[in-house]
């Protein structure tokens, strides 16, 4: 069960008369909950209890303690909820979930379509349990509802795999479970159009997100760069395909590292004055983006040798007030000790053990 803490500052009451229940497992579908419980939802997580409960819980590093009942990877997503372990094949438990649906608002889900029946999570049998129920089901695959759906395997087989990295034979794959988020933040925004709508009158709803059409909504940029232009993207890097210098990452007179972001011709002017570089933003090969761009190799030579006579705090300083976007190389560890992040940093005691994480929701809201 959650034990009470102090509500931090940050989370919000607005949903504070929702029951919300939460089958879902791994990382999708508890963000979406937990969405909800910082938005003032009660928020109840439904575990198997002859799994041991979402499978993240034994998701541990080495520097975890073994014997623990959770992982830091369950914590990043299941804070502010209660936590039930309910066998659903079992007629005591069913019933028990049954008596919470009966009176819930909405139901977070992610199983296979054959495990639904068996569990008593069909549509049909919701609906007549809970007519005004609004059903959120993340899925895999829109044409292959059967097959489960892992974040790596998805980030292949929609392109994601083959964009980053260094090269062909140097992939690396997004460092979180980019296509889970993109997929969650599409059920929060599925299930508050559907909860408006019953507000206004109309009944309960399902609305199903599957992680590959999460996935390709977000190639964004890179999708109409295919079909508009052709243009297949290859690994980069930290590069961008249509902007030169952005992407650039420049080690500094103190070891530190900085990254450009310049999009403009009149950014790249004030960088080369900056760097004490006048005649580059005059050379034809650099004098446009598309110049820039079609010369990236050289131009970053010339602007490696320049970044590498200032320390790197003094040279950030120098870049963003003259309007030159830039910024440091952080590790999480650096970027965690922000006023930012500190800011956002919430704990949480769940199991008995002292849990901490970045707040899910970065919007704050301010009523008139």
């Known amino acids: 069960m959650r034990e009470k803490v102090a509500r931090h500052p940050y989370f ?19 963000a979406v909950g937990m969405f909800f419980a910082e938005e003032g939802a009660r928020v109840v997580k439904v ?19 073994p014997s623990a009942s959770l992982s830091a990877y369950f914590s990043s997503v299941n804070h ?19 008596a919470l649906v009966a009176k819930a608002d909405v139901l977070i889900s992610n199983h296979l379509a054959k495990d639904a029946r068996k569990l008593g999570l069909d549509r049909e049998r919701l609906r007549a349990l809970n007519p005004a129920l609004v059903h959120g089901h993340i899925s895999g695959y829109v044409n292959d509802p059967q097959r489960p759906a892992y974040d790596v395997v998805l980030q292949a087989e ?8 260094t090269d062909r034979e140097h992939l690396a794959k997004l460092p979180v479970a980019m296509i889970d988020i ?12 559907a909860l408006l709508h019953r507000a206004k009158g109309g009944k309960g709803a399902y609305v199903d997100v599957s992680l590959e059409e999460a996935a390709l909504t977000g190639l964004v940029n890179q999708a109409t760069n295919w079909l508009m ?39 790249f002017t004030k960088l080369c004055e900056l760097v004490d570089l006048p005649g580059v ?10 110049d820039r761009v079609q010369h990236r190799k050289a131009l970053a030579a010339e602007l490696a040798t320049a970044m590498a006579a200032s320390p790197r705090t003094e040279l950030l300083a120098s870049l963003q007030k003259a309007g030159v976007p830039a910024g440091a190389v952080n590790t999480i560890d650096q970027a965690l000790s922000s006023p930012a992040a500190q800011r956002m940093t919430v704990e949480e005691m769940i199991d008995g053990v002292r849990t901490v994480r970045i707040r899910g929701n970065a919007f704050r809201s301010e009523h008139f």
Not at 184 to 192: D, I, M, P, V, Y
């Open 12 to 30: 919000s009451p607005m949903l504070s008369d929702l029951l919300v229940i939460e089958t879902a497992g791994v990382l999708a579908g508890p």
């Open 281 to 290: 933003s005059l050379d034809p090969r650099f004098t446009s983006n598309a």
């Open 80 to 98: 502010g909820k209660e936590h039930r372990f309910l066998d659903l094949k079992q007629a005591h438990d069913r019933a028990e979930f049954d």
């Open 229 to 267: 232009a052709g243009h297949v993207a290859q690994p980069l890097g930290t590069l961008h395909p249509n902007i030169a210098p952005y992407g650039e990452v420049f080690r500094c007179a103190d070891g530190g590292q900085i990254v450009l972001a310049v999009g403009s011709d009149a950014q």
């Open 47 to 65: 575990e198997n209890p002859r799994s041991g409960g979402d499978v993240t819980r034994q998701w541990k590093l080495p520097e975890e303690d």
């Open 158 to 165: 929609t392109g994601y795999l083959s964009m980053t990295g």
């Open 182 to 193: 993109l997929a969650a933040h599409q059920l929060k925004e599925g299930l508050l159009l």
